[in-house]
């Protein structure tokens, strides 16, 4: 049988900075993605005429429906219904490690997977910005996860361009026993008033050049995330986690897009094992992944 496989990486935002709810719900974003090395499979295979179906494997998949509400199977749908023909249908077999409802675009990332590898099994014939243009009406994360690397977004953070970046840098995930709702953060965020201004404020400059230095130090210590307080309202155990981080030597620690991941940068890769053994003992979450970014974005496997 035909089987289309893609790997789809999550992210964490080494900066967001956020204006006030717009008109149409959404807030405006200045933010800098990262693609890590921490990745969900997804394996298309032809459906029953006309039929779009998913099933869930793997991290978390018991709280990931894999009916029509499902993001991935929304995307098939939608390649479908503006390049292809009623009859077409997949099967999408999810295989999850990106964390669920973590603040690391997991759902986001499958929706790009399904896009891109159901446009291959359907041999559609579409663009980069064609898939670009129906990853951004699915999601403001769908977009980065199609391009991977390191991105700046604007507008809700589903227009995206690559950034100059060197080398690898090395991180430790905290991951959360609960996950947290991105739409209740960004309320939560309006409720505390928050937002300085109708836009964000900038992206540091020096956190771009850390970024082109490949300056571990420096990029640590220009990581924001104006969500954080928001965030740490609603889960204030997290507060525990990045500060354990710092003292355990990470040279930076924020909480990933709206949590509660908690990403900790380290020096080096050898500064990343140190800093997983230490935090192994702390109990300050639910599990400790080292991973590495930047990584490329949604790939054929
Ligand atoms: O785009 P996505 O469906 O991933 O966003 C989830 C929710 O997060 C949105 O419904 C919205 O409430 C909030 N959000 C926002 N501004 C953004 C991105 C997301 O308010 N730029």
């Given at each position: 049988m035909i089987e289309v496989k893609v790997r789809v990486p999550g992210k964490v935002n080494l900066a967001l900075r956020a204006g006030a709810r717009r008109a149409d719900g959404y807030h405006s974003l200045a933010t800098v993605f990262m693609a890590l090395s921490l990745a969900d499979e997804i394996t298309v295979t032809p459906g029953a005429a006309g039929s779009v179906t998913a099933a869930v494997t793997g991290e978390?998949?018991?709280?990931?429906?894999?009916?029509?509400?499902n993001l991935a199977v929304r995307a098939a749908l939608l390649l479908r219904d503006r390049h292809g023909t009623p009859d077409l249908g997949a099967h999408l077999a999810i295989d999850k490690r990106i964390p669920v409802?973590?603040?690391?675009?997991g759902g986001s990332a499958d929706a790009a997977g399904a896009l891109l590898a159901c446009a291959r099994l359907w041999e559609l014939d579409v663009t980069q910005d064609d898939l670009l243009d129906l990853a951004a009406a699915l999601g403001a994360d769908v977009p980065f996860v199609l391009i991977g690397g390191c991105a700046l977004g604007l507008n809700r953070g589903d227009r995206v361009t690559p950034v100059l970046s060197r080398g690898s840098f090395h991180w430790v995930l905290a991951l959360a026993a609960q996950g947290l709702s991105t739409a209740e953060v960004f309320r939560r965020f309006d409720q505390r008033g928050?937002?300085?201004?109708p836009e964000p404020p900038p992206v540091p400059p020096a956190l771009l050049n850390a970024l082109a230095q490949g300056n571990a130090a420096a990029l640590g210590a220009t990581l924001v995330n104006d969500l954080a307080p928001a965030a740490l309202s609603l889960a204030p155990e997290l507060r525990r986690t990045l500060d354990a981080g710092l003292e355990a030597g990470a040279v930076g620690a924020v909480i990933s897009g709206s949590g509660p991941t908690v990403a900790l940068l380290a020096r080096d890769e050898d500064a990343a094992t140190t800093l997983a053994v230490r935090l192994s003992?702390?109990?300050?979450?639910k599990r400790l992944l080292k991973v590495q970014g930047p990584v490329p974005g949604a790939q054929f496997v």
């Open positions: 978390g998949h018991e709280s990931v429906g894999s009916g029509p509400d409802a973590g603040g690391m675009a928050d937002a300085a201004a003992s702390e109990g300050v979450a």
